[in-house]
């Protein structure tokens, strides 16, 4: 069973800055990504990064706040989140998959961390 280990979350105000990351060290994906999941909200897909060639792919929600990036040598992505709405509030599931912009192709999974703005 390959494990997604997740860090980072926390509390933060509207307008902070926080940066999650996200290592899968088993196994080589054709992607990873972020999704996130709010209190009776399903569960989105946020952003995500192709492990060759590191083409990105983002949630209009988070474009131009959010940047994801990946370290091969670590078989690490992260996702740094800048000017955080209250919005962005939400359990944030590390990913991977076989297909970049499908999220339905994500079938292994993190355990979750939270991120909290508050005003």
């Known amino acids: 069973q390959v494990s997604l280990v997740e860090s980072g979350g926390g509390w933060v105000q509207v307008g902070g800055s926080l940066s999650l990351s996200c290592t899968a060290p088993e196994r080589d994906f054709y992607a990873m990504g972020w999704f996130r999941q709010a209190p009776g909200s399903a569960r989105t897909l946020v952003a995500a990064?192709?492990?060759?060639?590191?083409?990105?792919h983002y949630a209009d929600s988070v474009k131009g706040r959010f940047t994801i990036s990946r370290d091969t040598s670590k078989k690490a992505i992260y996702l740094r989140m800048d000017n955080l709405k209250l919005e962005d509030t939400a359990t944030y599931y590390c990913?991977?998959?076989?297909?970049?912009?499908?999220?339905?192709?994500?079938?292994?999974w993190g355990q979750g961390t939270q991120v909290n703005v508050s005003s």
């Open positions: 990913a991977a998959g076989d297909r970049l912009y499908d999220p339905g192709a994500y079938d292994t």
């Open positions: 990064v192709a492990w060759s060639g590191g083409l990105t």
